[in-house]
C-alpha cells in the first residue's frame, strides 16, 4: 500500500480482556516494528522483524505481550489479559531494510477501563 | 541500557529566530535518525547520519552528528510557523546486535509564535 495501515485506530476494551492489533507495512518492506507511545514521551521499541522473523523483542514487557507476522507482511501484535497500565498509542512502523528510516502508521490508541 | 536524552524539552520561539535541539546518548552510536510529530500526528522520518562529524542540510534544516558518535544537533534557521511539532532523534547502539531497534529521545516540542 502507499503507507503503513494500522487498525482499529482506536480500541476501547475492559480489563481482562484479549486484543489483537493489526499492521499492514508498506509493500515489500523487509523490516516491520513495534512501538509503544505514551503522551509526552517519545516512542518506545517493543519488538521487529525482518521479513517473518522475530529479531528483537527484549522491548515486550511481559509475557501478556507477543507479535507476528506469518507471511512477512501483515504484523498483529496481541496483549492479553489486557490492564490499565497498557493504555498507550501503539505504533507499528515499516522500513525497506534493517537501518533505514521508519515509515510509522497512524497508531491504534489502546484504552483499557 | 542505552539512553538518549534530549535538550530542551521544550522551546518557544518567535517565527523568523532560529532554534537548535541538541541529542546525546549514554552510549556510542551506529547510525542517529531524527523525526518530526506534528501536534496528533505520527513521527516522520527527516533524516537518517552514519559518519562520525557528518553534516547534512535539508532547506533550513542542518543535521550534525558528532565526532565521537554519541550526540547529534538539529538547527532549524528562521524558524516558520510549519516547524511547529516534536522532534526527535533516535540512535541504534553500535556495541548492540539488534540493528533494527531504535532508541528515541523524549523528544524538544516547539513552538513557534507567529
Known amino acids: 500500500g502507499a503507507g503503513v495501515s494500522q487498525s482499529p485506530r482506536y480500541k476501547v476494551t475492559k480489563r481482562g480482556q484479549d486484543v489483537a492489533l493489526r499492521c499492514d507495512p508498506i509493500?515489500?518492506?523487509?523490516?516491520l516494528y513495534w512501538y509503544r507511545q505514551a503522551l509526552g514521551q517519545g516512542p518506545e521499541f517493543l519488538t521487529y522483524?525482518?521479513?517473518?522473523?522475530?529479531?528483537?523483542k527484549s522491548g515486550l514487557p511481559n509475557d501478556r505481550f507477543s507479535a507476528e507476522r506469518p507471511e512477512g507482511s501483515i504484523s498483529t501484535l496481541t496483549i492479553q489479559r489486557t490492564e490499565q497500565r497498557d493504555s498507550a498509542m501503539y505504533r507499528c512502523?515499516?522500513?525497506?531494510?534493517?537501518?533505514?528510516?521508519?515509515?510509522f502508521g497512524s497508531g491504534t490508541r489502546l484504552t483499557v477501563v | 541500557g542505552q539512553q538518549v536524552m534530549q535538550i530542551p524539552q521544550y522551546q518557544h520561539v518567535q517565527e523568523g529566530e532560529d532554534f537548535t535541539t541538541y541529542c546525546n546518548s549514554s552510549?556510542?552510536?551506529?547510525?542517529i535518525q531524527w523525526y518530526k510529530q506534528r501536534p496528533g500526528g505520527h513521527p516522520v522520518f527527516l533524516i537518517q547520519?552514519?559518519?562520525?562529524?557528518e553534516v547534512k542540510k535539508q532547506k533550513r534544516l542542518t543535521f550534525q552528528f558528532g565526532e565521537a558518535k554519541k550526540n547529534s544537533s538539529l538547527h532549524i534557521t528562521a524558524t516558520q510557523t510549519t516547524d511547529v511539532g516534536t522532534y526527535f532523534c533516535?540512535?541504534?547502539?553500535?556495541?548492540?546486535?539488534?540493528?533494527?531497534?531504535?532508541?528515541f529521545g523524549q523528544g524538544t516540542i516547539l513552538t513557534v509564535h507567529p
Open positions: 552510549t556510542t552510536l551506529s547510525n
Open positions: 522483524f525482518n521479513y517473518e522473523a522475530q529479531q528483537d
Open positions: 512502523a515499516s522500513s525497506p531494510r534493517t537501518g533505514h528510516g521508519y515509515t
Open positions: 533516535a540512535g541504534n547502539n553500535a556495541g548492540g546486535t539488534s540493528y533494527g531497534k531504535l532508541t
Open positions: 509493500s515489500g518492506h523487509v523490516s
Open positions: 547520519l552514519v559518519k562520525s562529524g
